[in-house]
């Protein structure tokens, strides 16, 4: 059972544009959402989080909105770089476990030059 | 280097054997994870260790037994693999309560 919906499964953007990613979940229990970038050979790495009290959180480029009522969270990142070419996760922690962080299935973003 | 490091990167063997991956951090962190991820890149938690205690057990066939012999290290044993066992294993570590996990470079097994 996938407690973590995320959509696409693949991005390709042109560099400068805009990418979005999005997630969904039903477990009411999950009180917090981090997004995870992976680059290739490598383990995730938290990128960027939120807490279902707040309905945006900016860091840089990357964005994070959330919409509790709809429980449905996203990932944009504006000016998109090649560099941001990477897999990237959403996630949601069930307050009930000891971090137990379910994870979407990834989106593979490619931004090109 | 503060990190959670894994041994080996690489495990190519036959199916049938028995093998062991090592995780240790040194982030004086007191809870250790192992996530499998497969060919579709899909993250799942395996195990969940508190202070040397089991927490999470996702229905992981008993092949799989995870060892904590101390608060820093989780090493995961695997018995007679299988195919399907073939994936990139994650360790990763974190304060219990707290938020972030830092994972390890993952060590990629391939049953032949």
């Known amino acids: 059972q996938q407690q973590v919906k995320q959509s696409p499964q693949s991005l390709i953007v042109q560099k400068g544009g805009i990418s979005i990613i999005n997630c969904a979940y039903e477990?009411?229990?999950?009180?917090?959402f981090p997004w995870y970038q992976q680059f290739p050979g490598k383990g995730p790495a938290l990128l960027i989080a939120?807490?279902?009290?707040?309905s945006e959180k900016k860091e840089g480029r990357f964005t994070i909105s959330f919409n509790k009522s709809a429980k449905q969270f996203s990932l944009h990142i504006m000016d998109s770089q090649p560099g941001d070419s990477a897999t990237y996760f959403c996630?949601?922690?069930?307050?009930?476990?000891?971090?137990?962080?379910?994870f979407g299935t990834g989106t593979r973003l490619t931004v090109i030059p | 280097d503060t990190a959670v490091s894994q041994t080996p990167k690489y495990l190519v063997t036959q199916m049938g054997n028995d093998k062991s991956i090592k995780c240790e951090q040194n982030?004086?962190?007191?809870?250790m994870y192992w996530y499998k991820q497969d060919s579709k890149k899909f993250l799942k938690i395996m195990f969940s260790y508190n202070n040397k205690e089991l927490i999470i057990n996702e229905t992981v066939p008993n092949r799989f037994s995870p060892k904590s012999p101390d608060k820093a290290h989780l090493n995961l044993h695997i018995n007679s693999l299988e195919l399907g066992d073939s994936a990139v294993y994650f360790c990763a570590s974190a304060v219990s309560g707290a938020n972030v996990l830092t994972f390890g470079a993952g060590s990629r097994l391939t049953v032949l």
């Open positions: 982030l004086g962190h007191d809870t």
């Open positions: 477990n009411t229990a999950f009180d917090y």
């Open positions: 996630a949601a922690r069930d307050q009930t476990g000891a971090n137990n962080l379910f």
């Open positions: 939120i807490r279902p009290d707040v």
